[in-house]
């Protein structure tokens, strides 16, 4: 069996739920077993919990409320036109009670004006409460056997409220109690994602854009076959698509290579959020929920067993690059422990490093702080700043093997002024600075050769 993660985007309204029933019934047919169904909030609705808990600690009851009311009817009108049938009585009493509940929250923090990160996620849960319980009725409604999962009996975590870390060894006893005696008795689980419990029951969530961890974790605790994440964008693509005109969809690639391309900046599934996947060896796929016929993107441990020696481009924009000379010029051991210190103590990552005898050049996107860096570097060296640099990565798993990559990738930029070139240890990147004026005629140019047809 599978499981299904759906995104905010992927439960929005009426519609975009009929399609994840579709996507669920298929999925259901073909393997026999489950799915088991993991679901975002609406969208936009987190940020509305958010909103109103702000607004409640400020003491602003009528603006709280006023948006409270205005969720509430999003969530009926939704209800209604989804499940007009014989769930309907049972599903509105659910969304009352979770109404009725954030409403006295609401009021409660009115009187404290003060929101403690316990409470914050009381509130932030709800999103994923009402999404799955209104998702587990459509589904039942629509003749698929489905039960809802309250994810706090599923999932559990520290006590780190707002940014919660499973406990992984509870929460697989813990699925095994709860989403998969569903599934042995032939139902669809249903949970919100991105909400969870402590032991002793405590609400807490797993930080924004938590819901891919929680189908991840469910995809450990069901020993899925495939975990689907299931959005708006078609998969992952060879390039940004901000940046040149058509890129393309990336078929298949390895954990590692989306790591290094998530962190480079593409707009993918960040490994850290599908560590629990990676471990056990699950394949991830991205898909389109308006377009379920296609492939998507599979994401594997091994990656695509050929092709390209390029599996994509990646870029980040408004990078800013630090020239640091020593000023006592050769042997200056510990030199760059300085240097990097500095960095530590102003709690600034480092993203690419390039270094010579006496120089090491590094890029930071975090500028923060880069006026009290520079301050402290200049008193052991000379430093030159250099503000909107951009860098482009290439990536590929089977670039190690292929000593052609590297020249092509700098002859095919040559008109193109590169300020660093970097390749690291682990040999699947290779990365290039430039003004960031150079960045669409670069990657443009790096995609016709790497991706032409
Ligand atoms: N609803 C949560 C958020 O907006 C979690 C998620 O959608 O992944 O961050
Ligand atoms: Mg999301």
Not at 102 to 121: G, I
Not at 212 to 232: H, K, N, P
Not at 236 to 248: E, G, Q, S, Y
Not at 404 to 424: D, F, G, K, N
Request: contains cysteine; aromatic residues 4%; proline residues 5%.
């Amino acid at each position: 069996m599978v499981v299904q993660k759906f995104g905010g985007t992927s439960v929005a309204d009426p519609a975009a739920i009929r399609r994840l029933i579709e996507i669920v019934r298929a999925a259901r047919t073909r393997d026999g077993r489950g799915p088991a169904v993991v679901v975002s909030a609406m969208s936009g609705v987190t940020d509305a919990l958010l909103a109103i808990a702000a607004a409640a600690g400020a003491g602003k009851d009528a603006d709280a409320l006023g948006r409270v009311t205005q969720l509430r009817e999003r969530h009926h009108v939704a209800a209604r036109d989804l499940v007009p049938g014989a769930e309907l009585p049972a599903l509105t009493r659910h969304l009352d009670q979770q109404f009725d509940e954030l409403t006295a929250v609401v009021k409660a923090l009115v009187v404290l004006r003060e929101v403690s990160p316990r409470t914050l996620d009381v509130v932030a849960a709800m999103g994923e409460l009402l999404s799955s319980r209104m998702v587990a009725a459509a589904l039942t409604e629509a003749g698929i056997p489905a039960d809802w999962v309250d994810a706090r009996r599923a999932i559990v975590t520290n006590d780190d409220h707002t940014r919660a870390v499973p406990l992984m060894r509870e929460t697989m006893a813990a699925m095994r109690a709860s989403v998969v005696p569903v599934l042995d008795a032939g139902r669809v689980p249903v949970l919100g994602g991105f909400v969870a419990a402590t032991i002793e029951g405590h609400t807490t969530t797993l930080g924004r854009g938590g819901s891919d961890y929680s189908g991840a974790i469910v995809g450990a605790g069901t020993d899925a076959a495939e975990i689907q994440i299931w959005t708006d964008v078609d998969g992952m693509l060879t390039a940004d698509p901000r940046v040149i005109a058509a890129p393309r969809l990336v078929p298949q690639l390895s954990f590692k290579e989306a790591a290094e391309l998530a962190y480079f900046g593409a707009k993918v599934l960040h490994p850290s959020t599908i560590l629990p996947a990676v471990e056990r060896d699950i394949p991830v796929r991205i898909l389109n929920s308006r377009k379920p016929e296609g492939d998507g993107t599979l994401i594997t441990a091994a990656g695509a067993a050929n092709g390209n020696a390029v599996t994509a481009l990646a870029c980040k924009r408004d990078v800013t690059v630090v020239d640091i000379t020593s000023s006592r010029m050769l042997m200056a051991y510990g030199f760059l422990r300085q240097v990097f210190e500095i960095f530590e103590r102003f709690t600034t990552a480092v993203d690419v490093v390039t270094t010579s005898e006496v120089s090491v050049s590094v890029t930071v996107d975090d500028r923060r702080h880069l006026e009290a860096i520079v301050e402290a570097l200049r008193a052991f060296a000379e430093v030159c700043v250099e503000p909107e640099m951009a860098l482009l990565c290439a990536v590929g798993d089977r670039l190690r093997n292929d000593p052609e990559t590297a020249p092509r990738v700098v002859r095919v930029l040559e008109e193109v002024p590169l300020r660093m070139i970097s390749q690291a240890a682990s040999r699947r990147n290779i990365t290039v600075i430039m003004r960031q004026a150079d960045l669409p005629h670069a990657m443009q140019r790096l995609h016709e050769e790497f991706f032409a047809q």
